[in-house]
């Protein structure tokens, strides 16, 4: 047993950069959240007011969900807090669980422990128990957040307990993930795919008048139905604990039943040679990334056309009957128009896109620590020409990715009569690049000077200046200093007019530090992991 | 530490602060590389000339693979520099490795490409290669070329850098450790296409620590200890300047034999003794004269005995502890 301890402990140690930052995100917002809203809607008064301008900027229910109570700070955080945290959970769980079984195994880890006197059953339980030591690292900083933000410590508790409830559905179904497929990114791609159909179910659940009863099909949803601060229905749990439980039971059988080194769907060994992209390292590194860009295409066109799809039926029906007495009121909710609808809900993909722009510098990261990049420069490949096209690589996967979001919205939209012209969402959807472009030159100046982090100092400034909005202005940041955020330049096309000289200064400066990268590149060693 | 003998020493010193050694195909002077406090590389001053097969050796961690990073531009010298055709490695990469082919000690391909597609990828961007020959090493390597190289185990996939260096026809092939993974059937495959590729007055750098591989192979060797190198020149140069060994058989008590220089005695048996000799063997001889000697055999040290002389000096154990 102390063999187990020692693994499950290892696995929890493995897992400390990737647990402390999702802790302290979960704690900052969970902190923000009930602080920011005290300090602007001191009175209830301010609060109708809130809901009333709520009302007209209805795509907010994209990221965080359907709010129930916004009178009160518990409801308004349980919206703020256990909406857009419960995806993080989801996509922290689906990474823990493919670090801790399928990353050790491509390594070559797995099979000298299960070579030991670890039985099989033993290392899986291990993992899982170091993962889910990581669940209650999370619930404990939304707790601590959720109270230092003023919130009494009971509820507080049930809604931390409600946030995390996706983590130990998507623990599960990541590990099943790392059964089915042979290498750890396609584990993940699995993994990804599922968490993006959980939320696009609730968005269907949370936008639209008549399918709400979709929100019963997606763990996302169970965590909304949990009601935190707004009439607990604590036996929701049991939904996705029982997932959870199931999904990790049925990762372990088929983990007994398989070869170590192998995943169930396991591609044929043997192929026919094909030419394509192999007459470059750039040519290779598309090939490389063909169906990962695929996917990325396939996610974010999916939900753009929803997001096209529901702009047009916005109403206020899930808001509570009291709520909504009280917006009549005030005068009748302005529901929103399908522009800017469209408009806000864009800007989730430029975060997406910014994070596609990281995964693509995480990728040319992956190629150095593995060495395989030595075998290429080892070739007459100049060092600049290999990482310039790398990036234009991404750069234009980028652009693929905002137009193709742009023409979907509107094809949505078009199906639905919106009344919104191509072009006008072409512009939207290329609205989305010049900030993502700008993260993916900071990121490649994180993989020219600091190598190792890279990665983590690429995602750590993405997601730091998506949250920057908030945090500033809690800690009363000036003016200049919230605008350091790439996010904060981006104009809500098609509702506000392109901000074009943003956009043009946003691209300059990615051209100029992709520059400065690819300079400082080419005068460094390359560095294995 | 035991004196270097110096009359092996690089007889590329000549060249530092000079221009290009024009007939080399590697040059190094005074280089260095520091990773952080670690000196991975001290004070380098190598000559390969073109058509020879150069034998690198040390043990693990000696500085092998970092030389070998030198030589490609892949890590910036500390302190000096390294020639490749007279072209700095660091500065020049693209133009010497046009000329230039790189087999390194880890197979890092990439995984969901097959061993043809590899090839292919490789033979495109290096510009240059021997398609017919390229066949001719699949065959006797005999490569499973159409399975995709995370199918393929380290041997195998160390068969696919060989067969893309080689068909490259390079002027120059630098081989980390190239036989690591190889069973004993490809191994004499390699050993009978590095000749070919003397054959052709293609140079070859070889860093290795089979002793056997180079004595086969090298006409050249030098021997690397904690980032310097300790000893340099032909097999025969080496064997003349280090110990040789002498078994001496006496019909009644042997002698002490301590106090002669050179001389250090590692076996006594009774009446037999074993002697290790470095440089001149007359104070040995003139001592042996005066007892009956019953029977002397002398014997030349083998690459390996030479390569465990510059490892057992001490200092060297505790140095690599």
């Known amino acids: ?400 990715l905002s137009l193709f979001a742009g023409v979907l919205a509107w094809a949505g939209a078009a199906v639905q009569h919106a009344g919104i012209s191509l072009a006008t969402m072409v512009e939207a959807g290329l609205n989305c690049a010049p900030a993502a472009i700008l993260f993916l030159a900071i990121a490649a100046l994180a993989y020219a000077l600091v190598p190792r982090a890279s990665t983590a100092v690429a995602f750590g400034v993405v997601s730091v200046s998506f949250v920057w909005q908030l945090l500033s202005s809690i800690v009363g940041a000036p003016r200049w200093l919230r605008e350091l955020s790439p996010f904060e330049h981006v104009g809500l096309v098609p509702a506000q007019p392109l901000k074009a000289g943003a956009a043009a200064a946003m691209i300059g400066l990615a051209l100029l530090g992709s520059a400065v990268a690819v300079w400082a590149f080419s005068r460094r060693d390359l560095v294995g992991t | 530490m035991s004196q270097v003998p110096s009359p092996s020493r690089s007889p590329a010193t000549g060249h530092r602060g000079a221009g290009p050694a024009t007939d080399a195909a590697i040059a190094t002077f005074g280089l260095c590389k520091h990773y952080g406090s670690t000196r991975a590389l001290d004070d380098l001053d190598l000559v390969v000339p073109r058509g020879q097969v150069f034998g690198y050796l040390g043990p693990n961690g000696a500085g092998k693979t970092t030389t070998i990073r030198l030589l490609l531009g892949l890590h910036r010298p500390t302190a000096g520099r390294a020639e490749v055709f007279g072209l700095d490695a660091w500065s020049e990469p693209v133009a010497a490795h046009a000329r230039v082919a790189y087999v390194s000690g880890e197979p890092a391909l990439w995984p969901s490409l097959t061993g043809t597609e590899t090839l292919d990828f490789l033979a495109r961007v290096h510009g240059s290669t021997d398609a017919a020959y390229r066949a001719q090493l699949i065959e006797r390597f005999q490569l499973q070329a159409d399975r995709k190289v995370r199918a393929l185990s380290k041997g195998n996939r160390q068969k696919v850098q060989l067969i893309a260096a080689f068909a490259t026809r390079a002027e120059l092939l630098v081989l980390d450790e190239p036989t690591a993974g190889l069973d004993p059937l490809m191994e004499v495959a390699f050993r009978e296409t590095v000749l070919e590729a003397k054959q052709r007055e293609q140079t070859v750098f070889l860093s290795s620590h089979i002793l056997s591989e180079v004595e086969a192979l090298c006409d050249r060797v030098g021997i690397l200890r904690s980032g310097r190198l300790v000893d340099e020149g032909t097999l025969a140069e080496l064997r003349h300047l280090s110990a040789r060994t002498l078994e001496v058989s006496f019909r009644d008590t042997p002698p002490s034999l301590e106090g002669l220089p050179g001389v250090s005695v590692v076996e006594r048996d009774g009446r037999r003794l074993r002697v290790e000799v470095s440089g001149e063997l007359d104070p040995l001889l003139s001592v042996l004269a005066e007892h009956r000697v019953e029977a002397l055999r002398s014997r030349e040290p083998s690459l390996e005995e030479i390569f465990l002389h510059h490892y057992r000096e001490p200092g060297a154990v505790t140095q690599r502890a």
């Open chain 1, 1 to 400: 047993m102390s063999a187990g301890v020692a693994l499950a402990r290892r696995a929890f140690s493995d897992a400390r950069t990737r647990n402390g930052s999702f802790a302290l995100l979960f704690a900052l917002v969970a902190y923000a959240q009930p602080a920011a809203y005290r300090s602007d809607y001191p009175t209830l008064h301010d609060r109708l007011g809130f809901v009333h301008a709520f009302a007209g900027n209805a795509s907010l229910r994209l990221f965080y969900g359907r709010p129930l109570d916004l009178l009160t700070t518990g409801g308004y955080s349980a919206w703020r807090v256990g909406g857009i945290l419960a995806i993080f959970a989801g996509a922290w769980g689906m990474l823990a669980a493919v670090r801790a079984l399928r990353a050790e195994e491509d390594s070559g880890r797995t099979e000298l422990l299960a070579s030991g006197c670890v039985s099989r059953p033993g290392l899986f339980v291990a993992s899982m128990s170091g993962c889910l030591a990581g669940v209650l690292v999370l619930w404990a900083a939304l707790l601590a957040g959720l109270v230092a933000g003023g919130l009494p410590a009971g509820e507080s508790a049930y809604l931390a307990l409600a946030t995390v409830a996706p983590a130990l559905v998507f623990l599960g179904l990541g590990a099943l993930t790392c059964q089915l497929a042979p290498t750890r990114r396609q584990a993940l791609e699995l993994a990804g795919g599922a968490l993006l159909a959980a939320l696009v179910l609730r968005v269907v659940a949370d936008t639209s008048s008549s399918l709400g009863w979709l929100r019963w099909a997606t763990p996302l949803g169970w965590s909304e139905e949990m009601r935190a601060f707004a009439g607990p229905r604590p036996a929701v749990l049991a939904l996705p604990v029982a997932l959870s439980l199931a999904l990790l039971a049925l990762s372990a059988t088929l983990w007994r039943k398989r070869d170590v080194g192998s995943g169930l769907l396991a591609s044929s060994e043997v192929a026919r040679p094909r030419a394509f992209g192999l007459s470059s390292p750039t040519a290779l590194a598309l090939r490389e990334e063909r169906w990962s860009l695929v996917g990325w295409l396939a996610g974010s066109g999916g939900f753009a056309f929803i997001i096209g799809l529901i702009s047009t039926s916005i109403s206020s029906a899930g808001i509570s009957s009291s709520l909504r007495r009280q917006l009549r009121e005030l005068g009748g909710a302005s529901l929103t128009r399908p522009a800017g609808y469209i408009g806000l809900s864009f800007l989730f993909f430029v975060l997406a896109f910014s994070l596609f722009a990281c995964t693509q510098v995480a990728a040319a990261r992956h190629e150095e620590a593995e060495e395989r990049l030595e075998a290429v420069l080892a070739l007459p490949v100049p060092r600049w020409r290999w990482l310039a096209g790398r990036l234009a690589l991404a750069a234009a996967g980028v652009v693929a």
